[in-house]
């Protein structure tokens, strides 16, 4: 089994070393390349991405959406993981992400959060909060999908034809509502990401909650998340 990890950023030089650092640090025993999809940065996260990124694509500012498709469709191995460019990631992250993946029937898995830097009450919060819901909700068949820590077969993503690309938000639970419908879809706690809290101290406790929980609902009641999204940088 070999994975292709797609990163999109944009203007993310403060952070993507870090997340490319620890990535070239995987304990995987398969082939894995590291593709950043980058929306014509104007900072140097070009030329930080190309000292450890297999492939660095560099297409037109767009959404999240169109990043993740872009890079997508570059890729060349059979498992396509996606992670954000403000993540630290474990040295056993597509290790067990390829556990998972290794019964034939799952088409897609996602994994833990924690926050890179974050206080008690937001480690409390991931430890303790959004495990047994991210358990539930794929008990019930509606994973929802963090971004920054999913992976899917290539072919299922070919057979739904990736990401809605108009998407500002919300596209990952979006590919993986309809990915889902091709097999099995699964959570993994072991397959960790730590991601950083900088959304939170610039929203605030209240309209991060809100948001993604409007955004949730949306999504699985309508099929339509929101249209606004305010990118921190």
Not at 24 to 32: A, C, I, L, P, V
Not at 111 to 116: D, R, T
Not at 142 to 166: I, L, M, Q, Y
Not at 190 to 196: G, W
Request: glycine share 6%; aromatic share 10%; hydrophobic share 35%.
């Amino acid at each position: 089994m070999d994975i292709s990890v797609v990163i999109p950023a944009y203007n993310e030089e403060k952070y993507i070393e870090k997340c490319l650092k620890s990535l070239s640090r995987q304990d995987f025993k398969g082939n894995y390349e590291i593709i950043v999809s980058d929306g014509s940065s104007t900072d140097k996260t070009v030329k930080i991405a190309r000292r450890y990124a297999d492939q660095v694509i560099i297409d037109a500012k767009s959404t999240i959406a169109y990043g993740r498709q872009t890079g997508s469709l570059a890729a060349k191995y059979s498992i396509l993981a996606y992670t954000d460019a403000d993540t630290h990631i474990p040295s056993d992250w597509l290790s067990n992400i390829a556990a998972s993946m290794s019964d034939e029937k799952v088409v897609g898995v996602h994994g833990k959060l924690l926050p890179l830097d974050g206080n008690r009450i937001e480690e409390d919060f991931c430890k303790y909060i959004i495990p047994p819901y991210s358990k539930f909700m794929v008990h019930i068949n509606k994973p929802s999908v963090p971004g920054s820590n999913f992976a899917v077969r290539k072919w299922a993503f070919d057979r739904v034809g990736g990401f809605n690309t108009k998407l500002v938000t919300g596209e990952d639970v979006d590919i993986c509502a309809r990915i889902k419908k091709l097999g099995k879809f699964v959570y993994n706690p072991d397959a960790l990401v730590y991601v950083s809290t900088r959304r939170v101290r610039e929203w605030g406790y209240l309209k991060m909650i809100s948001h993604y929980t409007s955004n949730t609902i949306l999504t699985h009641t309508f099929g339509k998340p929101r249209t606004d999204y305010d990118a921190i940088r």
